[in-house]
Structure formats: structure tokens, C-alpha cells
């Protein structure tokens, strides 16, 4: 199995989050990819590779104001805002037009769909670079050079949709990797969210599309962030009804109806017959991570890797959340080592 893995993610590490009115310490920060990075090294897991230099396929997934904005409301808010960290304090409710307000504190609302998102000078790089290596990830397993790969990025992009940021992302690395391997012929991919928290961004930007079956299991919305989407009876728009599959669980869920879940949603993608299948990995369905109540031990992370590997797809896995550093090393270690026990054969017929 590729690794795709880059220093970069380190270049935001935001120290703060404004959540709930209160500034508390960052959840999202650069130890975890390094403890997760240092984990696999340990175990000898994979093989190591850079982002390569192949672009990112931007077209299709973000809005182009919306990549302006990223890229420039950090300096931007050195000037005309307070020089602190960029914080929404208004948002479109009763209609959102096509394009941002000019204002700066317009235009940060807008495009936010949270407050506890920070935005630091290095973002963009970071985030660019994370767009980069699950990019990377796709062109490795679509080109044969890879049976798997996993995008050892952050910060994580499943909350972003076409045009806005929030729940600790900004580029919706896992929709960036959809589209390279449609870009490179597969025309037909499954995307499974398995964080702890909906997919609400990655939903958003598939939602009216039948090339793309995006199926989730998540946290019951009526309980836990994102709150306003996940819910079992959105099922998709237009042509893309029936190509989204929400499976909700409440807090505390064990791995008894965890498993039950993820027999259902491998039957919808064994049903869509795809070519390629795409993997947000959220390790905060863990027991004891702190922005979770699930309570999936070890072993339920190496069945989980056990259970995709039933699907016998070219998989591309994405880092997305996932914040109790002591254990989000092992247990991606555990899910990833199951499905690809041989990790170490890169050969295009191995997992
Ligand atoms: C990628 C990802 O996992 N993003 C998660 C963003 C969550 N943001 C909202 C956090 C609200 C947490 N409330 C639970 C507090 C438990 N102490
Ligand atoms: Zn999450």
C-alpha cells in the first residue's frame, strides 16, 4: 500500500478553536498525522511516498470565488480585519447569493459554515497540500501503480462542500480523489464516509449525481455535528437520487450495530458495481476520542479493514477526523493492516 504522505500539513497547526463562545485548545492540530506517520513507520506498514506534482482536479468540486477566498482571507484579515484569526460572525440564512458580498467579514460568513474552524497564515498551503496528496493517492491506484493508498493528510475535507468551509476543513480532499479517478476512467466510484461525524460536504457536492454513490455512517445529526444533514431520508437529488445512502447511528453505539451497519453499506456498493471505491476514515468513532460517544475498540477497526476488503476494489483511503492521539495511530494501523496484510507489495493486483 501507498502512503502518500508531506511535511506540509504541519504548515497549520492552529493552537485555539472558538467553540460553543469559548476559545479552547485546538482538536485538529499537526501531532496527529505525525503520530499516525510514526505509527506506520513502526509497524513497517506500506511504502512512503510524496504528493506528486499532477495537480489537484479543482473543476467539479470547488467553486473557483471559493478557492480565491481560501487562498487570500488570511492576509486579507491582517489588513481590513482585526489581525487575529478569521471568525464568521453572520451568515446567510433566508437566501445565499451566487457570489460574496465584498466585505470581508460578508464574504467570511458566506463561505463558513462554522466558527470553530480556524484559519491560520499556513492554511491554504496545508490544505493545498493535503488536496494534493489524496489527489496523488487516486492517480497511484487508477494508474496500476498501487492495488491501495492511503492520503495521509490534513487538515481533513469532508465537511467542505463546493464553496464553504467548516468542521475543520476546507478542500474536500476524499471529493478531490472522486474525481481524479473519474478524470483518469473510472467512471463509476463509491464513496463510504466512515467518520464519526456526517459527510455533509462530501454529500453536498455528490448529491445530485448517479457516477458517484456516496454512502455514510455516521452519528445520528439529532445529536452531533453537522447537525442539519445525515439524516436516513436523504437519499440524493434528481439523477442522483438513490446514489446517497445516510446510515445514522446514536451516541454511544458499539460495534455489534457498528458491524450491522457496515454490512449494509458494502451491500449498496457491491449493488453499485463500482470500479473504484473511496474511503473517508475517521478514527473518532474510537472509544474515548474526545468528539465522539461511538465505542469501537481496536479490533473493531481491523474488522472494519476485513470487511472492505471483501469488496475487492482499487481503494483510496483519506484521512478526515479523529483526535485521541494516543490510540488514532493504532487503530489505523489496524484498519489498514487488515485490509492489506501484505502491505509491503505494491503490485497492481495486491490490496
Ligand atoms: C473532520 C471532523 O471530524 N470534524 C469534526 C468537527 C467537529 N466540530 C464540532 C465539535 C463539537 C463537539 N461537541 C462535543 C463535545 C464533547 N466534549
Ligand atoms: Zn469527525
Redesign the pocket.
Known amino acids: 500500500m501507498k502512503i502518500v504522505y508531506s511535511e506540509e500539513h504541519r504548515h497549520h497547526d492552529p493552537e485555539h478553536e472558538f ?1 460553543r463562545s469559548e476559545n479552547v485548545p485546538a482538536f ?1 492540530r499537526a501531532v496527529r498525522a505525525s503520530v499516525i506517520e510514526t505509527t506506520l513507520r513502526e509497524k513497517n506498514f506500506g511504502t512512503f511516498i510524496a504528493p506528486d506534482e499532477g495537480g489537484v482536479p479543482f473543476t467539479g468540486v470547488h467553486d473557483e470565488a471559493y478557492l480565491r477566498f481560501l487562498r487570500t482571507v488570511h492576509a486579507r484579515f491582517q489588513t481590513e480585519g482585526s489581525g487575529q484569526e478569521p471568525l464568521p460572525y453572520c451568515w446567510p440564512t433566508t437566501s445565499r447569493p451566487r457570489l460574496p458580498p465584498q466585505d470581508l467579514f460578508g464574504a467570511i460568513g458566506f463561505f463558513a459554515g ?1 466558527a ?1 474552524t480556524p484559519i491560520v497564515a499556513g492554511t491554504w498551503k496545508a490544505a493545498e497540500a493535503a488536496a494534493r496528496g489524496a489527489s496523488t493517492a487516486a492517480r497511484k491506484v487508477a494508474r496500476g501503480e498501487a492495488r491501495a493508498a492511503f492520503a495521509l493528510t490534513r487538515p ?1 475535507g ?2 467542505a462542500s463546493r464553496s464553504t468551509y467548516s ?3 476546507f478542500l474536500n480532499n476524499a471529493a478531490l480523489a472522486c474525481a481524479q479517478l473519474q478524470q483518469e476512467g473510472f467512471a463509476r466510484v463509491a464513496l463510504l464516509d466512515i ?3 456526517h459527510g455533509n460536504g462530501s454529500q453536498a457536492i455528490f448529491e445530485a449525481t448517479s457516477d458517484v454513490l456516496f454512502v455514510s455512517i455516521h452519528a445520528d445529526p439529532d445529536h452531533a ?1 453537522p447537525f442539519y444533514s445525515g439524516r436516513a431520508d436523504e437519499v440524493g437529488h434528481g439523477e442522483g437520487r438513490g446514489f446517497t445512502v445516510n446510515l445514522p447511528l446514536p451516541p454511544g453505539t458499539t460495534w455489534d450495530p457498528y458491524r450491522d451497519a457496515l454490512l449494509r453499506a458494502c451491500e449498496a456498493i457491491a449493488r453499485f458495481a463500482p470500479s473504484a471505491l473511496v474511503v473517508s476514515i ?1 478514527l ?1 468513532i474510537a472509544v474515548g476520542d ?2 465522539g460517544t461511538f465505542e469501537l475498540e481496536t479490533d473493531a477497526f481491523r474488522e472494519i479493514g476485513a470487511l472492505l476488503r471483501t469488496l475487492h476494489l482499487p481503494t483510496v483511503f483519506v484521512l ?2 479523529g483526535y485521541d492521539i494516543p490510540t488514532i495511530g493504532l487503530n489505523t494501523f489496524a484498519l489498514l493492516n487488515s485490509f492489506a496484510p501484505d502491505a509491503q507489495d505494491d503490485s497492481p493486483g495486491a490490496p
Open positions: 467553540r485538529e462554522d470553530d481533513p469532508h465537511h468542521g475543520y476543513c467518520d464519526y461525524h455535528y475517521g473518532d474526545p468528539l478526515e477526523g
